[in-house]
């Protein structure tokens, strides 16, 4: 199985500041990475698939980078609508696995 | 709008089979994507279970494959899951989602939380 380290576990942030999530997977993905949030109660929601490209009505603040094995979700400008769970997912080989998860609160 | 909602008993006991049910309204099933399963678990490691495709074929989690089925009433357009031989290590939170294929889950139930307990 394709392993996805997450970091960091948690993170706390400002309003207003630029926030950055990691992954890691045991092996090369070809951008084959989503993200995902999750709100306190609520189900997932997509962010971003294919490494970078943003789901619609997903605001521009939120965006995917990265390539081989090494992928990040930056939210430019913390809002306190951000605050929640967000986690990875590689789609490159089943079975599909996820990262540990970011619990990102306002500092 | 397609919505996806998860139903079933909130307990089952250690051995016994733990059934879930996954309604959804807005598409149709048989129409394309595929239909998974995702748990997570205390602590928040989300394990990928299995997908009934549209077309009715399966795919399973190695991990459980033993132990799990997936299928489907087109005519109430739900799709089912049982786990076999539960342990108090299935106690998560069951989730429904649609998979588009090599891509990503763009619709999740609110999930259903189950305990594995005698």
């Known amino acids: 199985d394709i392993q996805m380290t997450q970091s960091p576990a948690s993170l706390s942030a400002s309003l207003g500041e630029t926030v950055s999530i990691e992954c890691l997977a045991s092996?090369?993905?070809?951008?084959?990475l989503a993200w995902y949030q999750q709100k306190s109660g609520k189900s997932p929601q997509l962010l971003i698939y294919a490494a970078s490209r943003l789901q619609d009505g997903v605001p521009s603040r939120f965006s995917g980078s990265g390539s081989g094995t090494r992928y990040s979700l930056k939210i430019s400008g913390m809002q306190p609508e951000d605050e929640a769970d967000y986690f990875c997912?590689?789609?490159?080989?089943?079975?599909?696995?996820f990262g540990s998860g970011t619990k990102l609160e306002i500092k | 709008e397609i919505q996806l909602q998860e139903s079933g008993p909130g307990l089952v006991k250690p051995s016994q089979s733990l059934s879930l049910t996954c309604s959804v309204t807005g598409y149709t099933i048989t129409s394309g994507y595929d239909w998974s399963w995702i748990r997570k678990f205390p602590g928040n490691k989300m394990e990928w279970m299995g997908y009934?495709?549209?077309?009715?074929?399966?795919n399973y989690n190695p991990s459980l494959k033993s132990r799990i089925s997936i299928t489907r009433d087109t005519s109430k357009n739900q799709f089912f899951l049982q786990l076999n031989s539960v342990t108090t290590e299935d106690t998560a939170t069951y989730y429904c989602?649609?998979?588009?294929?090599?891509?990503?889950?763009?619709?999740w139930g609110q999930g259903v939380m189950v305990t594995v307990s005698s």
């Open positions: 009934i495709s549209y077309s009715g074929s399966t």
């Open positions: 997912q590689q789609s490159y080989k089943y079975p599909l696995t």
């Open positions: 092996e090369g993905i070809s951008n084959d």
């Open positions: 989602a649609r998979w588009r294929r090599y891509n990503y889950f763009d619709y």
